[in-house]
Nanobody, 124 residues
Framework: QVQLVESGGGLVQAGDSLRLSCVAS????????MGWFRQAPGKEREFAAA????????YYADSVKGRFTISRDNAKNTVYLQMNNLKPQDTAVYYC?????????????????WGRGTQVTVSS
């Protein structure tokens, strides 16, 4: 059973930065592509960013493009989400996800493994 554990969330002000981490219980190279999703109160879970197994391909939601950067260190079994210039509308629980395929994906039902999430709150 693959376990993913997120950390790095918190309460920040608009314009601040945070870096989320997701540590896997097995080699992330074995997991495949990975992604970050988020869910705001009263809203559905939405895609934020994804990265291929090699790390050479990344994909972002329009809402975070230019502000968020996804990366991975397979040697450390860790995926990161660097979030800059945070806005109040970025407030959500952020989930790390992994899938067996090496190719990036943007819908939640394409991912096999999920973490429990970490809360990010951005005040104005």
């Amino acid at each position: 059973q693959v376990q993913l554990v997120e950390s790095g969330g918190g309460l920040v002000q608009a314009g601040d930065s945070l870096r989320l981490s997701c540590v896997a219980s097995i080699s992330t190279f074995s997991i495949g592509a990975m992604g970050w999703f988020r869910q705001a109160p009263g809203k559905e879970r939405e895609f934020a960013a994804a990265i291929s197994r090699s790390g050479r391909t990344t994909y972002y939601a329009d809402s975070v493009k230019g502000r968020f950067t996804i990366s991975r260190d397979n040697a450390k079994n860790t995926v990161y989400l660097q979030m800059n210039n945070l806005k109040p509308q970025d407030t959500a629980v952020y989930y790390c996800a992994g899938r067996s395929s090496v190719v990036v994906a943007t819908t939640s039902n394409e991912y096999n493994y999920w973490g429990r999430g970490t809360q990010v709150t951005v005040s104005s």
